[in-house]
């Protein structure tokens, strides 16, 4: 165990510098960074700082030739890249220093301070400048969601680089919002005989929408305002909604016992009571016996609900995406029993099936009311499965 221990630690040792050399030939640079610092930071190593000091090197030559490059090339859209390779700079000239200057066996390492400031709020500024002018030309020349979608986007990162310096930035980004939003409408059609009272066919699409809205996705389930523009529709259509006939049916069955019922004096020829040897009268045990009828009677309901979910696209021109099938069924069961006859002929449990009362079958829409809650889901999961027609 002692020689296993400290060979274990050294290949662990080497396992890990192992890992940052493959990073580095990588070029995951930053990544190496991250790991040498951290372990600088806890005890100085020579190996560690001359790993970080390459990779800080190889980062900074790389994001520089880069920025080099894009400001060469004079691309209005690529302030944003800049502004970022500046920024991501400034973070690791600030996690070196936290170790820096440092030396080790008689090599020390320092870099000099580089102020990014004056260079990131150019390329800010530049950055917000293009993306405040092509989210306005998207928003005003927008064909269809995902250009006010894309508008918004561009907006919303002009106001994060400018400090929302431009003018009307909030109703330009409202504007566009509101815009790139999709708004469905959900309904019930009954094509079923059976009508049913309003607030059922509203409960029957009161489900969750968590999952189904999004950021660009609005379900709506009344409608809320005459001035809304539906994108999408999706139809709860009732196609059949059977409620079978109350049905009754009685069991009985027959219970005999036979029961102690007093006693009974022995009589001698002369009509005396008999007397034991003990001078005790003789007497019987008397049994007769009992009948009861126990008569059960079993209720049944049933509600079977079948549609269909239709969704449809409203936009340029209503037509049909998606059809797709939901089924719900519920049962109404009752037991009651009553005895004809002497109840304690029965047996235990025949005794308890009589503290059961009959009781009035629900009405059919009653029946459609408690189905309701079954179906809620199946309805709700037809229009999640098929949610990626919806954009």
């Known amino acids: 165990m002692k020689r296993t221990l400290p060979l274990l630690i050294a290949v662990l040792l080497v396992a890990g510098c192992g890992s940052t050399t493959k990073k580095l030939q990588r070029g995951q640079y930053d990544a190496v960074i991250d790991k040498t610092v951290k372990k600088l930071l806890k005890k100085p190593s020579a190996k560690r700082a001359a790993e970080m000091d390459r990779a800080y090197q190889l980062a900074n030559e790389r994001d520089l030739d880069r920025i ?8 209005p859209d690529s302030y944003d890249e800049i502004f970022n390779r500046y920024n991501v700079m ?12 440092l030396t080790v066996e008689g090599k ?23 993306f405040y002018e092509n989210g306005k030309g998207l928003l005003e020349n927008a064909l269809q969601k995902n250009d006010y979608r894309d508008a918004y986007f561009q907006l919303m990162k002009a106001s994060e680089y400018s400090g929302g310096q431009y003018p009307n930035i909030d109703e330009l980004i409202y504007e566009a919002r509101m815009k790139g939003i999709s708004r469905v409408i ?6 079923s005989p059976i009508q049913l009272p309003v607030q059922v066919e509203e409960d029957l699409i009161s489900f969750d929408t968590q999952g189904l809205s999004s950021e660009w996705v609005e379900y709506h ?14 139809i709860v259509e009732l196609l059949s909604v059977a409620v079978s006939p109350d049905h009754t049916e009685d069991t009985d069955e027959i219970f005999n016992k036979r029961i102690a019922d007093g006693f009974e004096y022995v009589l001698d020829a002369n009509g005396n009571v008999m007397k034991d040897t003990a001078g005790n009268d003789i007497k019987i045990q008397k049994f007769r016996d009992i009948t009861c009828t126990l008569i059960e009677t079993k209720q049944h309901k049933s509600v079977e609900i079948r549609g269909e979910v239709e969704i449809l696209a409203l936009r340029p021109q209503r037509r049909l995406i998606k059809k797709e099938p ?5 049962v109404f069961e009752h037991s009651s029993a009553r005895a004809i006859g002497d109840p304690a002929a029965l047996t235990e449990e025949a005794l ?22 079954t179906i809620k889901p199946a309805i709700r999961n037809a229009v999640y499965a098929n949610r990626q027609y919806i954009q």
């Open 326 to 330: 939901f089924g719900a069924s519920n």
């Open 68 to 75: 080099r490059f894009l400001k060469m090339e004079n691309n």
């Open 352 to 373: 308890k099936k009589t503290q059961q009362q009959k009781v009035p079958f629900p009405s059919d829409v009653e029946m459609v009311m408690t189905c309701t809650e």
């Open 90 to 101: 400034k973070e690791r000239q600030r996690k070196v220093r936290t170790v820096t200057p």
């Open 186 to 191: 959900v309904g019930v059609v009954n094509q």
């Open 221 to 234: 389930f009344k409608h809320v305002d005459k001035d809304i523009d539906y994108d999408y529709e999706v």
């Open 108 to 130: 020390t390492y320092s870099y000099e301070y580089v102020d990014y400031d004056a260079e990131m709020i150019a390329a800010k500024r530049k950055a917000a400048d293009f």
